[in-house]
């Protein structure tokens, strides 16, 4: 240990010092193992970038090498100019020259029980045969691709197909509903989609091909849907559109030739949630991207060839996307796949995997743990996790207290935890430890990784005074950062880089201490995360108001201690309709219709109106004062009619 033995600020957590250092032991292995050696490089990756970069892109495999790092004209950043390279070649061809030829790529397990293993040299075949597949229905550079898949080794299978050849893939998250595959395939306007016959979840089917046809009616933009064959279920396949894969592909597939693409060449779009009532769909492009994912997955979960590297998330999700697939396989290293639910059959089973599979890191949110606290540690405490050396977290904000059990109860206090800020826009990792140089906080997500310039500020843009709260902005562009929303630059413009001039302005709130240390409070802006999820209330509330029976809505979040927050709607309803709880589970069930079941409001109270300002923009700092406080203490000068606020407070059931 060096420097940071000076280290001050930090909550105890239960009476316990709340400052945690790197073991020795997981230091002295680690791929780096002291502070000073990452101030060393995080300094030379803000003052030197070109030195810095130079070296660390030699991480990835180049068919042509870059002459530019970077052409920055706010908002447009183009890293690695004149490079040329294959995402799908740097997850797999090039592994297959020396020993890791042979090394499983990806362990799998299906939540029925069955375990399926492929190696780097398997899963290049099987991505070549996708890619040929892929090929023979029309798919070329350029033309994106919808992925709606359960956790199955074949949906990396097919993001890396279309990656190879070029064709940017949007994937939809299984548990979203059809009317939400069918606003994110329209947007980014695919003629292809891949589905599969259901996944397992619980011990249930997800109905996805159902899904399918359903967000299909009416849109004849989709030519061909390539179905996987998951469950053996009978599934209604349209003729001339739909075709089960396995039929499909050809045993001489195999082979298929690797085309570069240029740095910036788009290499997916994955749709997330704002402040406006349609998602964005982010666009990440080749070089920076990966080379993010690549170096984040080494360094942030110090990857050796032998580990089993399990990051619990969807890829469905960015991180499914950056620690699922692109990181870990661009690096060789071996992935854990689980295809169900966390608690099914019984609340062991993911300690039930990790002791069968000798899983040595596992990367998973603080609501996830949150929930195995509640099941209780006599679950996880008989199992034999002595394979564990690292643990990570990410999502939102990890309370002490699930922090603590994790590292105890998971981790058997031997084990880093590598909270990681991030988000969809940013592709990768932004604020993270190090876990063999930095030394943890509860609570914190450290110190920024190399070549990131956060910082915080105040509603001008001016540096907030230390220890303060403000917004969390970033100071200049980094390779891996979003180049924009897919068909809307305007939208690009204005919600990133307009709201804080001449910054990357992030949406979440933070403060830091004297140590350097970020803290990251949450959304600042109308986004709410939910068990982890972004969930945009503009969202849920327009679900709401295309109910027959719903005149209006406003979403607010209120504090949930498993879920960190959840969803109370204020609805008012049309003329003549009658509040009633059955109405209520009508609303849910729409909800739910719309977007997907992880969206389902906690609580819904009708209101006779809703609080609005004299120009008549609803006032959800009120509402969300009220269910958090129950009274309204805030500024209601621009309150239309102050007695809205007295009539829901009722309805709240607290006086104001
Ligand atoms: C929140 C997920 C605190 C944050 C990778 C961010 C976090 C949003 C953390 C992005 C963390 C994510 N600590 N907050 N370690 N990780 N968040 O796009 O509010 O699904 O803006 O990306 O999650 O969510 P997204």
Redesign the pocket.
Known sequence: MTADTHLSEAPSVNGKEGIFPPPRTFSSHAHIGNVDEYRRLYRESIESPETFWGRMSAELDWADPWKELLAWELPDARWFLGGKLNASYNCLDRHLMGPRRNKAAIVWEGEPGEVRTLTYQQLHWEVCRWANLLARNGVAAGDRVVIYLPMIPEAAIAMLACARLGAPHSVVFGGFSSKALRDRLVDCGARILITADGGYRRGKIIPLKERVNEALEGVSQIERVLVVRRTGKPVPMQAERDRWIEEEIQEDDAGCKVTPFESEHPLFILY?SGTTGRPKGILHTTAGYLLGCALTTKYLFDIKEEDLFWCTADVG???GHSYVVYGPLAIGASVFLYEGAPDFPRPDRFWRMIERHRITILYTAPTAIRAFMRFGEEWVEPRDLSSLRLLG??????NPEAWLWYHEKVGRGRCPIV????????GS?M??PLPGATACKPGS?SLPFFGVDPAIVDDQGAPALPGRQGKLVIRRPWPSMLRGIYGDPEGFRKTYWSQIPGVYF???GARQDKDGYFW?T??IDD?L?VS???IGTAEVESALVSHPKVAEAAVVGEPDPEKGEALVAFVTLRQGEAASESLKDDLRLHVEKQIGSIVRPKEILFASSLPKTRSGKIMRRLLKELVRNGQIEGDTTTLEDPSTIAALAKEVGQPT
């Open positions: 997330t999700w960015v991180t977290s990410v999502g939102e904000p990890i909270d990681t800020w991030w988000q969809t826009e940013t990792a604020i993270a997500a992030t949406g979440d990251i949450g959304r986004v995360n982890g999820h972004r």
